[in-house]
């Protein structure tokens, strides 16, 4: 891997912190990433945020189609460079928050049909939940994506219920997929260097979703409230939220086997789902 403060200036660019530039400057952690893929030769891949192409050519190498999509313009030549030789990558400069993903992958490789595909990525720290739901919501097809993201982010990922990463974070991608923390990276790894570490974690989207709900919507809006008033019991927060008294709050968190005094954090996915349908079978949820 060319040194990347070499390429910059070879290049003359200079690294863009709203971009969340931070390019990876160590080899060996770039093919443990690639490893985590689990890559097979007939797989679709994208990758987003390619930067200067530290992943991008050996990811090429080891499947059958790699689209990338960068939103700066200003790395398209070093990456043009790096993918000499894998005429199987195509380069896409667009923001991958406002792109349809599923679409351009049709649209690249001239496919009718989309085949699952796998994600790959050094993301932008800045904007890691919102890659993240936009991938595991308007990605039906994707089977798994491996990302480098802020540790801190990774650790609310992987958070076990009663502990201070656990979260709306937690539970919402825990409602789409299955999260594995695979290794910490050190900031030493980038250059320049990142003021936080860093985490490479794997998304493994559930097929039929974990849990089935009525009203995903009111099952979302109800973990939200329950987050924003964290410290609150559950006997309160429910009866905040239904408006209902507390007397009947009660009954149904007892039926739940869920403490009265239990808290936000304390309450597993399938709790809060069965909250949100107990409401609603009595009517009242509205
Ligand atoms: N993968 C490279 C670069 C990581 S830095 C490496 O490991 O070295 C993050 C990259 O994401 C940068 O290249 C940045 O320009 C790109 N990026 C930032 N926001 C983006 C967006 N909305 N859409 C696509 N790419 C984006």
């Not at 049909?113 to 739901?133: A, D, M, Q, R, W």
Request: glycine fraction near 4%; aromatic fraction near 8%.
């Amino acid at each position: 891997m060319a040194n990347v403060r070499q390429m910059l200036s070879q290049f003359h660019l200079a690294p863009h912190k709203r971009w969340g530039q931070n390019f990876l400057s160590d080899e060996n952690i770039a093919r443990k990433i690639i490893e985590y893929c689990r890559l097979e030769p007939d797989d679709y891949v994208v990758e987003i945020g390619p930067g200067l192409g530290a992943l991008t050519p050996i990811l090429a190498g080891r499947c059958q189609q790699l689209l990338a999509i960068e939103i700066d313009r200003g790395m398209e030549m070093p990456l043009r460079e790096a993918l000499k030789g894998t005429p199987n990558a195509q380069l896409l400069f667009a923001d991958v928050l406002t792109v349809d993903i599923e679409s351009q992958i049709k649209a690249a490789f001239q496919l009718d049909e989309l085949p699952s595909f796998k994600v790959c990525g050094n993301i932008p720290y800045n904007i890691t939940s919102p890659i993240i739901f936009s991938l595991l919501e308007s990605c039906p097809r994707l089977s798994r994506a491996v990302l480098m993201i802020q540790k801190e982010v990774a650790e609310r990922l992987r958070a076990k219920p009663g502990s201070k990463d656990y979260g709306l974070l937690t539970l919402s991608v825990r409602y789409h997929c299955d999260v594995e923390y695979l290794t910490t990276v050190s900031k030493h790894c980038f250059y320049p260097r990142p003021e936080v570490e860093s985490a490479v974690v794997s998304l493994t989207p559930i097929a039929g979703k974990r849990v089935k709900v009525a009203d995903e919507a009111k099952l979302f809006d109800f973990m939200r409230a329950c987050f924003q008033k964290r410290r609150k019991t559950m006997l309160n927060n429910c009866s905040r939220f239904f408006f209902r008294n507390k007397e009947e709050v009660a009954l149904i968190l007892d039926r739940e086997g869920i403490a009265l005094e239990a808290r936000p954090e304390n309450l597993l996915l399938e709790q809060y789902v069965r909250i949100v349908e107990s409401f609603a079978v009595q009517g009242v949820a509205d």
